[in-house]
């Protein structure tokens, strides 16, 4: 009989388990105390730098004037003597490579003398660039790994910090990572150039209402994020979950979320504590984080912060991901970011609020309490529309992933459709544009209505309804939430898309409506037209009802709107010639860095699926095939011994059993033959189809036979730990 301890000891382990000692002060220091304390604030940079060279840096940060490189210099000396005051030896640039991770490669402040000494030595020109090399990263062909030719450029508006260890600190500087000609080789490049293309065009529209703003016009987004947090002793006796981050077996336990007692429910103490201190630690950082709370999956939870500039959102995001993971093993958790852990149970997204807008104009979504205001967002919405309908495959192809693949279209996510949910309200006033029947749209179905009153513009619902979950991009009052992003994904590349579809289409009403004055109409009378054009032509995108419903994919497709599934349908969207030409016209990426994303997120898809079928079959066949083994051999003994005896023993657990086994020997071969026909055959997207037609439904075929012995075979003898165990067992 197997001994069965890799289950057994990770069961043990948890009964025994002793939370560590919280740190010193842990509960002593006030969280308003802490908050941004290892965080290079305006604050301290006021207080720190020379007010000229205060002033010139302000002017960069909060008006996106180019930064005087003459200031480098002292801005470095500056923040290397506070870095060091907060114990930090060394200096990292912080960067997103394409692989969606956060990169950091670490240099000492400390350098000889020559004496025999060392000094502390950081100047203006390794704060404004280092040379990582970094290049064995993914570039698409964008560059050769045989050259080192990969920098990090210092993104000045967002601000550097410390990050404490156990054993010291070090300072972290928010960079862009590049090639030697400035090829972007990341993420967070695009999303800045994306920034000044929406900056660009929104104040064109904005000139027209007769609005002028020091302050640039900025996305905003509000990063909800979602995760699993199991006992780490089952991540280390589940090779699926310890290596590809979900598993690739299980049952599914009696109970899962379907009594809707795990959301919002009581936090468990052991995880709350966990919470509590990864709220502190993020505290520290100036991370704003504001929400906390289970999700409706057993061991699932959420941490949401509050709004930010959308650039220093991505950069706190990748912040919590990685403080998520560190702090949980002080705990003895794991934290999973994968979108799909779990099959059965809900998975995980990360939903961007969007908004666009300033600090002296409020949100640019907003429905105001004049009728110039409401005019205002009334052109703002309908771009969104537009946006939506003309590039929704975009969207679509910036959340595609081996992992999201598994939890878009399923209950808890929306589906791959990219629609938009008004609410009722708010659609009927649009419809009464696209109608000619203005006066109609006051007399929506609420009696709440706000003010539009300029000339014939007709009032609007002050409330726009409900959120609609099964909606991808939904209007929730005052922003867009955009709900079909993965948990485990870099938000930048979808805040990209969305700045740079918002721009395109701001600057086509800025157009439009520069047309329309010019031929002598007033600017009411333009506004009316422009939103009964974009909804004449782009209100195909516009659902407010279910979108799970079979009825809506039907529905979907009369209009027109692609159902894109899989990652090889969404990801040759990347490349159309319209998104080219999108990229190109407003400087966000040029046909090769588009290319190279287009190459290097297939190749991740096909490294993936490819990792987690090997696996596959390994678990299949080392795993779980030795073990049904064992227990139809106990069986077949014990069959044997009562017909010795002259005893009739009859059950139909062992022809199951037999069945099954056969099943899943069958399934594996045919998982390991088809895996060999697919390695290196064709471009990436001949492989990935492959991957998603082939290989995938015999990886669920494996499955399939396994989960159903898991229900036969004697529970001693099963090795991996059952969902139940996992789920419930903190």
């Given at each position: 009989?197997?001994?069965n301890?890799?289950?057994r000891?990770?069961v043990?382990a948890?009964t025994?388990?002793k939370p560590?000692?919280?740190?010193?002060n842990f509960y002593?220091?006030?969280?308003?105390?802490?908050?941004g304390?290892?965080?290079?604030?305006?604050?301290v940079m006021?207080e720190?730098?020379?007010?000229?060279?205060?002033?010139?840096?302000?002017?960069t940060?909060?008006?996106?004037?180019?930064m005087?490189?003459?200031?480098?210099?002292?801005v470095?000396?500056?923040?290397k003597?506070?870095?060091?005051?907060?114990?930090?030896t060394?200096?990292?640039?912080i960067?997103?490579p394409l692989?969606?991770?956060t990169?950091?490669?670490?240099?000492?402040?400390?350098?000889?003398?020559?004496?025999g000494?060392?000094?502390?030595?950081?100047?203006g020109?390794?704060?404004?660039?280092?040379?990582?090399d970094?290049?064995?990263?993914p570039s698409g062909?964008?560059r050769s790994?045989?050259?080192?030719?990969?920098?990090?450029?210092?993104?000045?508006?967002s601000?550097?910090?410390?990050?404490e260890?156990?054993?010291?600190t070090?300072?972290?500087i928010?960079?862009?990572?590049?090639?030697?000609?400035?090829?972007?080789?990341d993420?967070?490049?695009?999303l800045?150039?994306s920034?000044?293309a929406?900056?660009r065009?929104?104040?064109?529209v904005?000139k027209?209402?007769?609005?002028?703003?020091?302050?640039?016009?900025v996305s905003?987004a509000g990063?909800?994020?979602e995760y699993?947090c199991?006992?780490?002793?089952?991540?280390f006796?589940r090779?699926d979950?310890?290596?590809?981050?979900?598993s690739?077996f299980?049952?599914?336990p009696?109970?899962?979320?379907?009594f809707?007692d795990?959301?919002f429910?009581?936090?468990?103490?052991?995880v709350l504590s966990?919470?509590m201190?990864?709220e502190?630690?993020l505290y520290?950082l100036g991370?704003?984080?504001?929400?906390?709370?289970n999700?409706?999956?057993?061991s699932?939870?959420?941490?949401?912060?509050?709004?930010?500039?959308?650039?220093?959102?991505?950069?706190?995001?990748h912040?919590?991901?990685?403080?998520l993971r560190?702090?949980?093993k002080?705990?003895?958790?794991?934290c999973?970011?994968?979108?799909?852990p779990?099959?059965?149970?809900?998975?995980?997204g990360?939903?961007?609020?969007?908004s666009?807008?300033?600090?002296?104009l409020?949100?640019?979504?907003?429905?105001?309490?004049?009728p110039h205001?409401?005019?205002?967002?009334?052109?703002?919405?309908?771009?969104m529309?537009?946006?939506?309908h003309k590039?929704?495959g975009l969207l679509?192809?910036?959340?595609?992933?081996?992992s999201?693949?598994?939890?878009?279209?399923?209950h808890e996510?929306?589906?791959a459709?990219?629609?938009?949910?008004?609410?009722?309200?708010?659609?009927?006033?649009?419809?009464?544009?696209?109608?000619g029947?203005?006066?109609?749209?006051?007399?929506?179905?609420?009696?709440?209505?706000?003010?539009?009153?300029v000339?014939?513009?007709?009032?609007?619902p002050?409330?726009?309804g409900?959120?609609?979950r099964?909606s991808?991009?939904?209007?929730?009052?005052?922003?867009?939430?955009?709900?079909?992003?993965g948990s485990?994904?870099?938000?930048?590349?979808?805040?990209?898309?969305l700045?740079?579809?918002?721009?395109?289409?701001?600057?086509?009403?800025a157009?439009?409506?520069?047309?329309?004055?010019?031929?002598?109409k007033?600017?009411?009378?333009?506004?009316q037209h422009y939103v009964?054009h974009?909804?004449e032509?782009?209100?195909?995108v516009?659902?407010?009802?279910?979108?799970y419903?079979?009825?809506?994919h039907?529905?979907?497709?009369r209009?027109?709107?692609p159902n894109?599934?899989?990652t090889?349908?969404?990801?040759p969207?990347l490349?159309?010639?319209?998104?080219?030409d999108?990229?190109?016209r407003?400087?966000?990426l040029?046909?090769?860095e588009?290319?190279?994303r287009?190459d290097?997120?297939l190749?991740q898809?096909c490294?993936t699926?490819?990792t987690e079928?090997?696996l596959t079959t390994?678990i299949?066949r080392?795993?779980i095939f030795?073990a049904a083994m064992?227990y139809?051999?106990?069986?077949a003994?014990?069959?044997a011994?009562m017909?010795?005896?002259?005893?009739?023993f009859r059950?139909?657990?062992l022809?199951?059993?037999?069945?099954q086994?056969?099943?899943?020997q069958?399934?594996?071969?045919?998982?390991?033959?088809?895996?060999?026909s697919?390695d290196?055959?064709?471009d990436?997207?001949?492989?990935?189809?492959?991957?998603?037609?082939?290989?995938?439904?015999?990886?669920?075929?494996?499955?399939h036979?396994?989960d159903?012995?898991?229900?036969?075979v004697?529970?001693d003898?099963?090795?991996?730990?059952s969902?139940?165990e996992?789920l419930?067992?903190?």
């Amino acid at each position: 009989m197997s001994s069965n301890s890799a289950r057994r000891n990770a069961v043990q382990a948890i009964t025994t388990y002793k939370p560590e000692a919280s740190p010193l002060n842990f509960y002593d220091t006030k969280p308003t105390d802490i908050f941004g304390c290892n965080v290079f604030t305006d604050k301290v940079m006021r207080e720190r730098l020379p007010k000229d060279v205060y002033k010139a840096l302000h002017k960069t940060i909060e008006f996106g004037e180019r930064m005087d490189p003459g200031i480098a210099d002292t801005v470095a000396a500056v923040m290397k003597d506070w870095a060091i005051e907060k114990g930090a030896t060394h200096f990292t640039h912080i960067f997103y490579p394409l692989t969606g991770q956060t990169a950091e490669k670490h240099d000492s402040f400390l350098m000889p003398d020559g004496q025999g000494r060392i000094i502390a030595e950081f100047s203006g020109a390794m704060l404004i660039r280092g040379e990582p090399d970094a290049s064995s990263f993914p570039s698409g062909g964008l560059r050769s790994t045989c050259e080192a030719r990969g920098y990090t450029a210092w993104d000045v508006t967002s601000p550097a910090y410390i990050m404490e260890n156990p054993n010291g600190t070090f300072l972290c500087i928010p960079t862009m990572f590049l090639s030697w000609t400035g090829v972007a080789l990341d993420k967070k490049t695009p999303l800045l150039r994306s920034g000044q293309a929406l900056n660009r065009e929104a104040r064109r529209v904005l000139k027209l209402f007769g609005i002028e703003t020091k302050l640039p016009v900025v996305s905003y987004a509000g990063l909800e994020q979602e995760y699993f947090c199991i006992d780490h002793n089952f991540n280390f006796a589940r090779p699926d979950l310890q290596v590809a981050g979900r598993s690739l077996f299980g049952a599914r336990p009696a109970k899962g979320q379907e009594f809707s007692d795990q959301y919002f429910g009581v936090i468990p103490q052991r995880v709350l504590s966990y919470m509590m201190e990864v709220e502190r630690e993020l505290y520290k950082l100036g991370v704003p984080v504001r929400t906390r709370h289970n999700e409706a999956a057993p061991s699932q939870y959420e941490i949401a912060p509050l709004y930010e500039v959308s650039n220093l959102a991505v950069d706190h995001n990748h912040i919590i991901m990685s403080t998520l993971r560190n702090v949980a093993k002080r705990y003895g958790l794991k934290c999973l970011l994968h979108e799909k852990p779990f099959y059965g149970v809900n998975g995980s997204g990360k939903h961007v609020n969007y908004s666009i807008g300033n600090a002296e104009l409020g949100t640019l979504f907003n429905p105001g309490e004049t009728p110039h205001a409401n005019a205002k967002f009334l052109v703002f919405c309908a771009a969104m529309i537009r946006a939506v309908h003309k590039f929704g495959g975009l969207l679509r192809a910036t959340v595609a992933s081996a992992s999201n693949d598994h939890r878009l279209g399923a209950h808890e996510a929306p589906p791959a459709i990219m629609s938009i949910f008004l609410g009722d309200q708010l659609t009927e006033v649009f419809e009464a544009f696209r109608a000619g029947r203005i006066d109609d749209a006051a007399n929506s179905k609420s009696g709440r209505v706000m003010n539009v009153g300029v000339d014939t513009l007709p009032p609007l619902p002050t409330d726009p309804g409900d959120r609609n979950r099964t909606s991808p991009i939904a209007f929730t009052g005052n922003r867009f939430e955009f709900r079909a992003l993965g948990s485990s994904q870099s938000a930048a590349g979808s805040i990209t898309a969305l700045n740079a579809i918002m721009a395109d289409s701001l600057g086509h009403a800025a157009d439009f409506l520069e047309g329309e004055l010019a031929r002598g109409k007033d600017l009411n009378a333009a506004i009316q037209h422009y939103v009964q054009h974009v909804i004449e032509e782009h209100s195909a995108v516009i659902f407010n009802g279910d979108g799970y419903s079979s009825v809506w994919h039907a529905e979907a497709e009369r209009r027109g709107l692609p159902n894109l599934r899989t990652t090889p349908e969404a990801m040759p969207e990347l490349i159309r010639p319209e998104v080219i030409d999108l990229y190109e016209r407003l400087g966000i990426l040029n046909r090769a860095e588009l290319k190279a994303r287009y190459d290097i997120y297939l190749e991740q898809y096909c490294k993936t699926v490819r990792t987690e079928a090997i696996l596959t079959t390994r678990i299949a066949r080392t795993i779980i095939f030795p073990a049904a083994m064992r227990y139809q051999g106990e069986l077949a003994e014990t069959a044997a011994r009562m017909k010795a005896i002259g005893k009739d023993f009859r059950t139909i657990t062992l022809d199951e059993v037999t069945e099954q086994l056969r099943g899943l020997q069958d399934a594996a071969r045919n998982l390991e033959a088809t895996l060999a026909s697919v390695d290196g055959k064709g471009d990436f997207l001949a492989r990935a189809t492959r991957y998603c037609e082939e290989v995938l439904p015999i990886m669920a075929e494996v499955r399939h036979y396994a989960d159903l012995l898991e229900t036969r075979v004697a529970d001693d003898l099963w090795d991996l730990p059952s969902y139940q165990e996992i789920l419930f067992g903190k």
